[in-house]
């Protein structure tokens, strides 16, 4: 399966972005998707993840109550929307796939890998 992201852009603290991932190939409804992001000098890290259905989400605790993660299997597109950025959400964010549970996302791990977007969040 192959993963296009797009949505990054530069955004002022407190503000809003939503970053959208399609695929194509594969059987996209049948796997749980998730995103994941990477700051300047520091290692790639789980941000939230979603069940095939869309009935289960899950998310790290940075940004748990700002970002919500979707999807639309008709569309085969997730998408992230984050709210209150703050200047730490900075990163190149990158849409994922697993042929396994979502919870195993939240490891850092992924099965499939799209290309990154970069989000720039400004004091």
């Known amino acids: 399966v192959q993963l296009q992201a797009s949505g990054g852009g530069l955004v002022q603290t407190g503000g809003s972005l939503g970053l959208s991932c399609t695929a194509s190939?594969?059987?996209?409804?049948?796997?749980?998707m998730g995103w994941f992001r990477q700051a300047p000098g520091k290692e790639r890290e789980f941000v939230a993840a979603i069940s095939w259905s869309g009935s289960s989400t899950y998310y790290s605790n940075s940004v748990k109550g700002r970002f919500t993660i979707s999807r639309d299997n008709a569309k085969r597109t997730v998408y992230l929307q984050m709210n209150n950025l703050k200047p730490e959400d900075t990163a190149v964010y990158y849409c994922?796939?697993?042929?396994?549970?979502?919870?195993?996302?939240?490891?850092?791990?992924?099965?499939?890998w799209g290309q990154g977007t970069l989000v720039t969040v400004s004091s």
């Open positions: 190939g594969g059987t996209f409804s049948v796997y749980p």
């Open positions: 994922a796939a697993t042929i396994r549970t979502p919870d195993w996302m939240t490891s850092g791990s992924a099965d499939y």
